[in-house]
């Protein structure tokens, strides 16, 4: 089989820089799949991409497909031919769609009849035809929200296209792609190399981008390039790049040929808090702050050009021109800021509205005032000045600083109330009320934090659901998934003794809806399905079974901690020896008890004991009965389990050995009695009978 590497390269204008490694990541996996679908062999599949070009090579593609075997079955032979054995108009018809006549078609014979059948040798299509095709197919298919028209053209991408290439080996593959025409041509970089040069072979491209066109269009290459450029700036002014991942791959995204320099801006700013300049310096100029060892702001910072300056002083110059009003508008807003109070703004909040039937800014900061206040005491928090930061929470969102700079609310609050006087314990929940901000975020630190945070969350739980407003599909504007995650992380991973149900209770009360107790509860259901949807995708990201979480979820506890530790000791039980077999029993007592729900006896009556092997099974449940009363009680839900795993053999006996339903219905009615004795043992933890070996 004849085999060479295959290059294709897109060449563009600019692409939109957060959106570019997704779509060459979607041009390589569009590709493939249609490299698979064409029965097209191969070895390997990278990509690349720059900011003016997406491409990839496949190495060691087969030059034509496999040769294939089509059978197209026909008609029954009795549908086929009439009476006189002349071929009908379905048999006819089928053999003119396969370009044969009835009499060349072969028969295909079964146990359930014969068929007309046709069976034609397909020669595998050649690269140079499959190609083109399916590049462009796989460019239709990239997730492009808006694509564009540019020139008198009516064909649509991302960006503006001029050049197309495709080269197998040193063979260049004729073809039109968007509407352009297959060409050797490559573009270098804007400033820098060649302006345009024509590339002999595929495997010539990375380098010749390199030496000629001085484009590195390795993105990884890249990526890890200007992150070591950046590291050894840093070093250099005995500090520590403040390096955001996804500044870096924006920056990566920018360049096409990476030079990290570094610029300074005047001590004064220090004095603004530093998470407002490195929010500017990152998110509006593409900056990487410089920390001191300690971790606090230095006035430096590192950019990324995307050429070799002659004059690398005037790049310098130009970036530090362009920082400083930025800054200095930071500096205004903060001491402009700082003439109002927090609680000043309070009632300002009222002109701001949350949601129109749950209300103002100022009615949501009352609601999350109580919650906190009554969360705070159940996790030795103090409540007063919970109650305090969850009143001023969101008070900042009214200064000149957060309605600039958006992404630091919360951590502006924090640094006015420290200024307003207010205790620090306030000031420190008000900039943790927004924790945790994504999956894998730090959390609160403080308690009253913790309480203001959880406060926040449930409020907009309990209101959104409680206006008929839960997420649907991908669509989630109040981030009410995030919400429900940042719940259960809080309160498992910092270990708080919260019970959901009576919070989302006091929560949905509190809400400016009209609602009758019977809606509440509803509400209140639907609340504790969606924690349970979110610790379902949570734990089984954490390792644990699908089943053992059904198994816990399915006893409805509603408080987080406790339930990750029921989650915990049921994963621990399913490794024991005994487990397949008690889930097992358990299931089939389930089934017993369900099918004779009325017939089961309200007590144990010990006179009604036949058998040996019931008597020693229900002298046992009374032990542990007693014996793990304390256990559960203490949410010690391991050893519990550890302890009825030894009532394996005891269960195997009773079930081998004593029949249920006994014609006498006193006996079935007691026996029915231990088994739910039994079964309400287990149901303590979990309901193991889901449980999945």
């Not at 029954?76 to 003119?96: E, N, S, V």
């Not at 060649?194 to 890249?222: C, P, T, W």
């Not at 609602?515 to 390792?543: D, K, P, T």
Request: charged content about 25%; proline content about 4%; hydrophobic content about 45%.
């Amino acid at each position: 089989m004849v085999t060479d590497n295959l290059l294709i390269e897109i060449g563009t204008e600019e692409l939109p820089p957060k959106a570019l490694r997704q779509l060459a990541q979607a041009f390589a996996d569009n590709i493939s799949k249609g490299l698979d679908q064409a029965d097209l062999a191969y070895e390997d599949l990278c990509w690349y991409a720059a900011p003016r070009r997406l491409a990839l090579r496949v190495q060691g593609l087969a030059e034509q497909a496999a040769d294939k075997v089509v059978e197209k079955r026909g008609p029954a032979i009795q549908a086929a031919f009439d009476a006189d054995g002349q071929p009908t108009k379905a048999a006819l018809g089928w053999a003119r769609s396969n370009g044969i006549e009835v009499s060349e078609a072969q028969r295909l014979k079964t146990d359930k009849g014969e068929w007309l059948l046709h069976s034609a040798n397909i020669q595998g299509a050649h690269v140079a035809t499959l190609i083109p095709e399916l590049t462009n197919e796989a460019l239709a298919k990239l997730p492009i929200p808006k694509p564009m028209r540019w020139g008198s053209r009516s064909i649509q991408f991302i960006r503006p296209v001029h050049t197309i290439t495709m080269l197998y080996g040193d063979k260049l593959i004729q073809g039109e792609v968007l509407g352009i025409e297959s060409a050797r041509t490559i573009r270098g970089h804007r400033f820098m190399g060649e302006a345009e040069f024509q590339l002999s072979h595929a495997d010539d491209y990375v380098n010749m981008l390199d030496l000629r066109g001085k484009v590195i269009v390795d993105y990884q290459r890249r990526k890890a390039i200007i992150r070591e450029q950046i590291e050894a700036e840093a070093a250099r002014e005995n500090g520590v790049a403040d390096i955001d991942e996804a500044l870096l791959e924006e920056v990566t995204s920018l360049v096409e040929w990476p030079v990290a320099m570094v610029g300074s801006f005047e001590e004064k700013f220090l004095n603004v808090p530093a998470e407002a300049l490195i929010y500017t310096m990152k998110d509006n100029q593409k900056y990487f702050p410089i920390l001191d060892q300690q971790g606090q702001l230095l006035p430096r910072f590192i950019f990324i050009a995307n050429i070799v300056s002659k004059d690398p002083k005037q790049v310098i110059q130009g970036n530090e021109k362009v920082v400083r009003p930025r800054l200095a508008d930071a500096e205004f807003f903060f001491k402009t800021d700082r003439k109002s109070t927090l609680a000043s703004r309070l009632e300002s909040l009222g002109n701001v509205v949350f949601q129109q039937k749950l209300g103002s800014l100022l009615d949501k900061s009352k609601r999350i005032a109580k919650l906190a206040a009554l969360i705070a005491p159940q996790i030795n928090a103090n409540a007063s000045h919970a109650e305090r930061a969850a009143l001023l929470c969101k008070t900042d969102l009214m200064s000149e600083m957060v309605m600039e700079f958006t992404d630091i609310q919360g951590t502006m609050g924090m640094y006015y109330a420290r200024h307003d006087g207010e205790p620090e314990a306030v000031a420190q929940a008000i900039g943790e009320q927004y924790l945790p901000r994504f999956s894998g975020d730090k959390l609160p630190h403080s308690r009253e934090g913790a309480a203001v945070a959880i406060a926040d969350k449930l409020d907009t739980l309990a209101g959104i659901f409680s206006i008929n407003m839960p997420p649907k599909g991908d669509k989630d504007p109040f981030a009410l998934r995030r919400a429900a995650l940042g719940v259960i992380r809080i309160i498992t991973e910092q270990g708080l003794q919260l019970d959901l149900a009576p919070l989302f209770n006091a929560a949905i009360a509190a809400q400016p809806v009209s609602l009758n107790e019977q809606q509440q509860a509803a509400i209140q259901l639907q609340l504790l399905e969606f924690i349970y949807a979110r610790m379902r995708s949570f734990y089984q990201e954490q390792g644990i079974d699908q089943s053992v979480i059904q198994a816990v979820l399915a006893r409805a506890p509603s408080a987080p901690t406790d339930i990750e530790k029921r989650l915990k000791a049921v994963d621990h039980f399913r490794t024991l020896e005994s487990a397949s077999a008690l889930a097992a029993a358990n299931k089939r007592v389930a089934n017993i008890l369900a099918k004779n729900q009325q017939q089961i006896a309200s007590e144990l009556n010990e006179s009604l004991f036949v058998e040996a092997e019931e008597k020693q099974l229900a002298a046992q449940l009374e032990h542990l009965s007693e014996q793990l009363s304390a256990v559960f009680a203490a949410g010690e839900y391991t050893q519990a389990l550890n302890e009825l795993a030894t009532l394996r053999e005891s269960v195997d006996a009773f079930f081998e050995k004593v029949m249920v339903m006994a014609e006498d219905p006193k006996l079935a009615a007691n026996r029915l009695a231990l088994l739910a004795k039994l079964r309400e043992l287990f149901l303590k933890v979990a309901d193991i009978s889901l449980i999945q070996s």
